[in-house]
């Protein structure tokens, strides 16, 4: 019997190594890019809060790199604030016994209580770790997730639903998952409309962000609204066609981005008042992806042109409070010639650094790149492919 257990374990071992060598298996890797901190940065106080309590440090943050899609080469990355090492591949460092690793396209992040969520989008999975050991606790099977946000205990999930499949006609509406976040398990869906992105909780509600990006030209153009507690859509806000990204600021907006149609419609960015979940209005600039500090909301556009098969990129930073755009351009003059496809966005709530990820050509390493608040570049370091989702991490 001892012997038939060995052979047994013998033979598991084996086949977790055949099965890592059928896909290429990314080393740990470590690279000083910045100097040591003196102090640990400390996170600030929030608005209304006590300032005498004090708050936890902030240590560094996650990036998860995408991979192309059917790649499967989804990788997770930690820079270290402290240290200023950044580490690279440190999921298949922590877990040697997951086959596959992270696995096909990394699409969101995010951290609550004591664990990492990473949502792996055409793996059909949210992986979930330690948040500090990045060591595997267990996985959140969802086909087609796409971003997660948590509230109550409970993590919520889009899922486009069905297949990748570009059909107009596309028939399966997409829902947003209610999981339980102690036992990984899906234990209510609600639905909403079809291919849903980002989704953003403002008190007792979950907007969710209805793209219909599958269904070219047909495509959604509406912000489904959840009652959190009934777990059912009450209401959709007709904003624009093919939305995508959802941030809360704290005087009442929600701000909303339209990719347009890729042809005669450009992406703008909108906004919904939740006190009456109502549209609100408009500006006219492109947002790819949204960041939002304090009352600044960084945004770059990425705008792709069937029309001329090219791109046309651009920053900025509106002003949340007046609804302006305060600045076209949050970089110092000639650095954003330094990032040939913005990709990711996160600004440091200590010491305001613009951290910005580059795609660059989307099949090999992108780049991280920090600048400090003038937007002077002080260091970059080489990710994995694709780079593009960030989770501060606090002690």
Known sequence: MKRKIILLAAAAVFWLVACREEVEIFEPEVEQVAP?????????????EDEDVPKARLLGFYLLNEGNMGSNKST?????LVTGVYHRNIFADANPSVPKELGDV????GIYGSKLYAVINCSNKVEVMDKFTVRRLGQIDIPNCRYIRFHGGYAYVTSYAGPVELNPNYEQTGY???VDTATFQVIDRCLVGFQPDELEIVGDKIYVANSGGYMFPNYENTVSVIDISQFEEIKRIEVAIN???LRADRHGNLWVSSRGDYYDLPSQLHWIDTQTDTYGGMLDIAATELYLDGDSLYLY??????NSYDWTISFGIIDVTTRKVATRNFLADGEERKIAMPYGIMVNPVNKDIYMTDAAGFTYPGT???FDRHGKKRWEART????GHFALLYE
């Open 384 to 387: 994995g492919d694709i780079p």
């Open 36 to 48: 040591p901190s003196e102090e640990p940065p400390a996170e600030e106080p929030g608005e209304g």
């Open 176 to 178: 947003v998952a209610k």
């Open 106 to 109: 990394g699409n969101d992040i």
């Open 76 to 80: 997770l990355d930690y820079m270290d």
């Open 301 to 306: 556009g990425t705008e792709f042109s069937y």
């Open 243 to 245: 939305l995508h990204r």
């Open 368 to 370: 991280l790149l920090c």
